[in-house]
């Protein structure tokens, strides 16, 4: 009696776990994702994502390269994603998703990122993209017109160069002169004028070395103020500095007063100067040359001041 007793108890706790996984009769299935992250790339370029569950659907798909984010369009089970540096799908099957990728010409990793929607939760997976091959960019030719002077007055500016603390004062009165520099930051980024050019956007931000003007009345007279003097930088869309010898006049020597604190400083007054600039690069997607549009935009020292603070 006892034995049947213990029997029949186990079955009823069978019988409700099995209940228990149940709704109207139907059984659940846990809805996972394995693996919630992966990697493609020239070694592995295809990847199964298992997804384990009844009824899903992919929403939020997004992908990101060169080209900025991508939102591919499903159709018939297959995305395709397609920018001018990736080729890529993702496939539906019915136990989870299959990427391929066929091609990513970059140098900085892809990722592409996807939610699965049960309905009830939604589950994510992030997925990088690595480059099957090099952009290797060529610089075939730069060409320089001057287009404005000081046309932004709102990026001038006024740096100092160096200060002469005497905390102490002086013992008598004193004329002051700075000694010649040999050279000074000019500042410079470049811009092309087809923001939404993911070529001319790639050429720009390149950091291919390429030579650039120097500009200022004390250049060369003769070439309205700016030569091509054999100084080069890199094609950047951020600001950054490259050495200029080409300076203005040092300032005239300052009367320094005796007997209190003082500070004097050499200040650098900044103008700001563009260029329209023509830049013929061959494009590795498709081995062509083209020929992109933009300006350089300069800040550089114009005048040299003193300051004396006591």
């Given at each position: 009696m006892k034995n049947r007793l213990l029997s029949l108890t186990f079955l009823i706790t069978i019988l409700a776990l099995g209940l228990s996984s149940c709704n109207g009769d139907i059984f659940l299935k846990p809805f996972k994702i394995s693996p919630d992250s992966g990697e493609v790339g020239p070694e592995q370029k295809d990847l199964f994502i298992k997804i384990s569950g009844d009824e899903w659907s992919v929403t939020g798909i997004r992908y990101y390269d060169d080209a900025g984010w991508t939102v591919p369009v499903s159709d018939s089970g297959v995305i395709e994603i397609q920018t001018a540096f990736t080729e890529m799908s993702v496939y539906r099957?019915?136990?989870?998703?299959?990427?391929?990728?066929?091609?990513?010409?970059?140098?900085?990793?892809?990722?592409?990122?996807?939610?699965?929607?049960?309905?009830?939760?939604?589950?994510?997976?992030?997925?990088?993209?690595?480059?099957?091959?090099?952009?290797?960019?060529?610089?075939?030719?730069?060409?320089?017109?001057?287009?404005?002077?000081?046309?932004?007055?709102?990026?001038?500016?006024?740096?100092?160069?160096?200060?002469?603390?005497?905390?102490?004062?002086?013992?008598?009165?004193?004329?002051?002169?700075?000694?010649?520099?040999?050279?000074?930051?000019?500042?410079?980024?470049?811009?092309?004028?087809?923001?939404?050019?993911?070529?001319?956007a790639r050429v720009f931000n390149s950091g291919l070395s390429v030579p650039i003007p120097s500009y200022g009345p004390f250049v060369d007279k003769k070439y309205n103020g700016w030569v091509m003097a054999g100084k080069a930088a890199v094609l950047t869309t951020n600001r950054q500095e490259v050495l200029t010898p080409y300076l203005p006049p040092m300032p005239a020597a300052v009367e320094l007063p005796a007997g209190c604190p003082l500070k004097v400083s050499l200040l650098c007054n900044y103008e700001s100067v563009a260029l329209d600039c023509t830049i013929k690069a061959v494009n590795p997607l498709t081995g062509t040359t083209e020929t992109v549009a933009g300006r350089l935009r300069m800040l550089v020292p114009m005048e040299f001041a003193s300051e004396v603070k006591l």
């Amino acid at each position: 009696m006892k034995n049947r007793l213990l029997s029949l108890t186990f079955l009823i706790t069978i019988l409700a776990l099995g209940l228990s996984s149940c709704n109207g009769d139907i059984f659940l299935k846990p809805f996972k994702i394995s693996p919630d992250s992966g990697e493609v790339g020239p070694e592995q370029k295809d990847l199964f994502i298992k997804i384990s569950g009844d009824e899903w659907s992919v929403t939020g798909i997004r992908y990101y390269d060169d080209a900025g984010w991508t939102v591919p369009v499903s159709d018939s089970g297959v995305i395709e994603i397609q920018t001018a540096f990736t080729e890529m799908s993702v496939y539906r099957q019915s136990d989870g998703l299959e990427i391929h990728l066929n091609s990513y010409v970059g140098k900085e990793p892809g990722y592409l990122s996807f939610i699965v929607d049960n309905g009830y939760e939604g589950l994510e997976a992030n997925v990088s993209v690595l480059p099957t091959s090099e952009y290797n960019l060529e610089i075939l030719d730069v060409s320089y017109v001057l287009n404005q002077w000081s046309g932004y007055p709102d990026e001038d500016l006024t740096r100092t160069v160096i200060t002469y603390s005497y905390p102490e004062g002086l013992l008598e009165p004193t004329y002051f002169i700075f000694s010649e520099l040999d050279d000074m930051p000019q500042l410079y980024r470049f811009e092309p004028w087809d923001e939404d050019d993911v070529f001319a956007a790639r050429v720009f931000n390149s950091g291919l070395s390429v030579p650039i003007p120097s500009y200022g009345p004390f250049v060369d007279k003769k070439y309205n103020g700016w030569v091509m003097a054999g100084k080069a930088a890199v094609l950047t869309t951020n600001r950054q500095e490259v050495l200029t010898p080409y300076l203005p006049p040092m300032p005239a020597a300052v009367e320094l007063p005796a007997g209190c604190p003082l500070k004097v400083s050499l200040l650098c007054n900044y103008e700001s100067v563009a260029l329209d600039c023509t830049i013929k690069a061959v494009n590795p997607l498709t081995g062509t040359t083209e020929t992109v549009a933009g300006r350089l935009r300069m800040l550089v020292p114009m005048e040299f001041a003193s300051e004396v603070k006591l």
